[in-house]
């Protein structure tokens, strides 16, 4: 039996993913086989591509999946043959057909909730909700800074961090991103990065902000460390423009005692309770319209290299699904 995936020989640019035939994989105790029906994209898949994270070769790149598991290895109880469900995180392997996957990385989907738009926000989406609910708690009356605030993981905080009585600053690359981000609740948005810090103190009126979401990297470090208040608090948890590279301690300090953290995914799911809590909470924010998921790409599975151009390239807005 043969399963369709793209894999991936060599680090490099998009040319280096391959539609090939693999073996369906048999699940081990513990694990599931979930037929895909859809498969979400998100820039993670960009850095296991290029080496910028490191994998054993050949792999199968992707970290999100939604669909129906088809059989289920020796000891599992949370699912069963026939269940829908959808998972995000590690390890890679979602660009298949089908995959066998640790059964407790799975959480069932409520009905209401489909495919594409589960392939679409499991990571993205499990990404805000620890963002701004655990790594910085965000309060009524805050005002906060997300930068690329029209993409994937942009447009779904805007709209959570709205809900939550925050005031947002969105920060994109141009005037129709702006737009789009101010659809999804960005009270304020700024375009470029020239101006980061004067614009933000003229939005706060000299306050400057508490917490600043960092996606970029390398390019954005230092204005946003800059758009803090005193004790405010620095997330960097993106490189879409490379790596931060080594941080002089003594920023933190010229800058008002200033905290920094490098948060991923992995850390804040890696116990099943808390995979339950943060991915129960964002089916709640869905299932009540606080938070719309915007699919507004896809691809088939096949030509996922369109699909990294496509990102890469910040040609994509909101969230992109690949079809199998
Ligand atoms: N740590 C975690 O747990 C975690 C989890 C999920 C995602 N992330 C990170 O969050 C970020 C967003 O992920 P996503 O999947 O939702 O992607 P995305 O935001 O939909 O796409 C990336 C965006 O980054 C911006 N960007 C700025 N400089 C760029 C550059 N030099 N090259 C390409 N893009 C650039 C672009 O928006 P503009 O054109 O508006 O600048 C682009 O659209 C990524 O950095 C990802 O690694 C981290």
Redesign the pocket.
């Known amino acids: 039996m043969t399963t369709k995936a793209i894999r991936i020989h060599t680090n490099g640019g998009p040319e280096v993913m391959h539609w090939e035939d693999v073996p369906t994989p048999e699940p081990a105790p513990g694990e599931a086989l979930v037929h895909h029906a859809a498969v979400g994209l998100?820039?993670?898949d960009v850095?296991f591509r290029t080496g910028l994270y490191k994998t054993t070769l050949p792999a199968v790149p992707g970290m999100e999946g939604a669909g129906t598991v088809v059989a289920v290895g020796d000891g599992v109880t949370l699912v069963k043959p026939g269940d829908r469900v959808a998972y995000a995180g590690g390890p890679i392997g979602a660009y298949a057909t089908e995959r066998a996957i640790a059964a407790d990385r799975l959480v069932k989907l409520p009905d209401a909730i489909d495919f594409n738009t589960a392939a679409a926000m499991m990571?993205?989406g499990m990404?805000a909700q620890y963002l701004l609910r655990r790594t910085h708690a965000v309060k009524a009356g805050e005002t906060i800074v997300v930068h690329?605030?029209?993409?994937?993981?942009?447009l779904i905080m805007c709209q959570w961090a709205k809900f939550l009585g925050a005031t947002v600053i969105g920060v994109?690359?141009?005037p129709q991103?702006a737009e789009l981000a101010r659809q999804n609740g960005a009270h304020h948005t700024i375009v470029g990065r020239a101006d980061l810090p004067a614009e933000v103190k003229r939005i706060t009126g000299g306050a400057m902000v508490p917490v600043v979401y960092d996606?970029?990297?390398k390019?954005t470090f230092i204005a946003s460390l800059d758009c803090l208040a005193p004790l405010g608090l620095m997330v960097s948890?993106?490189?879409?423009?490379g790596p931060v590279p080594p941080v002089d301690m003594g920023l933190l300090n010229a800058r008002g005692s200033l905290y920094l953290t490098r948060?991923?995914?992995g850390t804040y799911t890696a116990r099943r309770a808390d995979l339950e809590r943060v991915a129960n909470d964002l089916f709640d924010v869905v299932q009540k319209g606080a938070v719309k998921i915007s699919v507004n790409q896809t691809f088939p599975l096949r030509e996922a290299a369109a699909a990294h151009i496509a990102?890469?390239s910040?040609k994509?807005t909101g969230s992109t699904v690949l079809l199998p």
Do not use: M, W
């Not at 948890?237 to 423009?241: E, L, P």
């Open positions: 998100n820039y993670i850095y990571l993205q990404t690329a605030a029209a993409g994937g993981v942009g994109v690359s141009t991103k996606s970029v990297g390019d948890f993106g490189n879409a423009s948060p991923s995914l990102l890469e910040r994509t």
